[in-house]
């Protein structure tokens, strides 16, 4: 932890605070709509400790407050996260470390936590900027659930304070720099219209996964080509 430090850039930092603050306020609502969809307060601290996946874990508040069992929730959340999967062979490198470090790594991937350590290369900086980006959100985002818990509807959805567009934008951000480079122009711009052609005839989350396929025009124009 120590290296970490040394090597945490004081941006980073800055950036990686201002992103958990965001999401505190997302992990309120979701503390607040788990409370009036009855899923009792350990159950609700379990979600967040153990998933630490928003989307799943809204997911799941929502087919238990219409009535769904839990296979069908955790069916549910686990097909939301199946895009974590990709996600953890773009990261592992930057994860390092022993086996535990790399257990502990793989639950604080999500995707705020990836693009951002994306976006600062490889190497000592990636690392310290992910760990220090995972390690904010899981905080934020379980003492924010907390809080809406008990706050309770005193917190709106995220979307009254237009912070769910925060994730979006921020995610965009940080990728941007990479589309300098002509095969992530291919796969961004393939995924992209692979996920709006089956938005209109699948369920949320499951079109984020199909756009995994634009990974399949990378690498696909010629050597003398891919620069630009």
Known sequence: MRSLTRTLHR??????VALAAAIAVVGAS???????????????????????????????VAVVAAGGNVFAAVAA??????????????????????????????HL????????????GSGPRARAAYWTCGILL??????????????????????????DAAFPAALLAMLLPSMGRADARRVGLAAAVVALAATPFLPAGVPVILGL??????????AGREAS
């Open 213 to 222: 396929l634009g990974l399949l025009v990378a690498r696909t124009a010629p």
């Open 30 to 60: 979701f503390g607040a709509l788990a409370g009036t969809a009855g899923v009792p307060f350990v159950l609700m601290v379990a979600l967040s400790v153990v998933v630490f996946a928003g989307a799943s874990q809204f997911l799941v």
């Open 138 to 163: 899981f905080t934020f985002w379980n003492l924010g659930a907390i809080a809406g818990r008990l706050a309770g509807s005193a917190i709106p959805d995220p979307a009254a304070f237009g912070v």
């Open 11 to 16: 941006e980073d930092l800055r950036d990686a």
């Open 109 to 120: 991937l999500v995707d705020e936590s990836v693009a951002f350590s994306r976006a600062r």
């Open 77 to 106: 959340g686990l097909l939301m996260n199946a895009r974590h999967v990709p996600f953890g062979l773009a990261i592992g490198d930057t994860v390092g470390g022993s086996w535990p470090a790399r257990l502990l790594g793989a």
